[in-house]
């Protein structure tokens, strides 16, 4: 049973950055988008050494068991709301939708001004969190989880980049640029930890390796 229901809510802050406004790709070492902050690199360190190890289960795994989007405010969908949070200059329509804006994606040091490049990435996906312990959880927390917009958990990112990335883990995946490696595993430790999953051994590993050089 998840115990991220007992545990005491961190206080976190969604700052607004990215001041970036282009007409096409472009990259940028000094932009990012308004991720939660992550816990710090020491905070995360304690954080996984409470982790449970665990060999990872995907038996029984349907995306179709994480119900996205949802509403999260006004006619704002899960999507939209997170394309405005992390956006410069977003417009959007009746429905929500961006019709313009630009988008910098902190895995790749890009910048788009279509949201149709861009995608929102569950920095731990959902099939990782079901193989780690969400198969047991219920399908109405596997959608909180799935739409949670409080921890550092979704972000606007490169579509492709997104998708090259899939349900790896950072023992096969971390974001190409390096600069923002400690900020993706820290978050990475936070969300486990607050929702109570596993991690295998060399998640871990690798894990430990990244947080020693924050």
């Known amino acids: 049973m ?3 229901y007992a545990r005491r809510r961190l206080s976190l802050l ?3 950055t990215g001041l970036i406004a282009t007409a096409a790709l472009f990259n940028s070492p000094t932009a990012s988008a308004a991720l939660p902050t992550p816990v710090s690199a020491s905070t995360a360190r304690g954080y996984l050494s409470q982790l449970t190890v665990a060999t990872e289960d995907r038996t029984g795994y349907s995306r179709d068991k994480f119900p996205t989007w949802i509403t999260i405010e006004g006619t704002c969908d899960t999507r939209e709301w997170i394309l405005k949070r992390d956006g410069t200059n977003v417009v959007t329509d009746s429905g929500c939708k961006a019709t313009s804006g630009s988008w910098y994606s902190p895995y790749d040091g890009a ?3 279509a949201a149709s490049d861009v995608d929102i990435d569950h920095l731990v ?3 990782e969190a079901w193989d780690s312990g969400a198969g047991k959880w219920t399908t109405a927390q596997r959608q909180a989880f ?3 917009v409080t921890r550092p958990q979704l972000l606007a990112v490169t579509d492709n980049v997104n998708q090259s990335k899939g349900d790896q883990d950072p023992a096969t995946w971390v974001p190409s640029r390096s600069a923002y490696v400690c ?3 820290r978050a990475w430790v936070q969300v486990k930890y607050y929702y109570d999953l596993s991690v295998d051994s060399a998640e871990k590993s690798a894990l430990q390796n990244y947080l020693a050089s924050c």
């Open 183 to 185: 900020t993706y595993v």
């Open 146 to 148: 799935a739409n949670d």
């Open 111 to 113: 910048t788009w001004t």
């Open 2 to 4: 998840p115990k991220f």
């Open 125 to 127: 996906p959902l099939a």
């Open 14 to 16: 969604a700052g607004l």
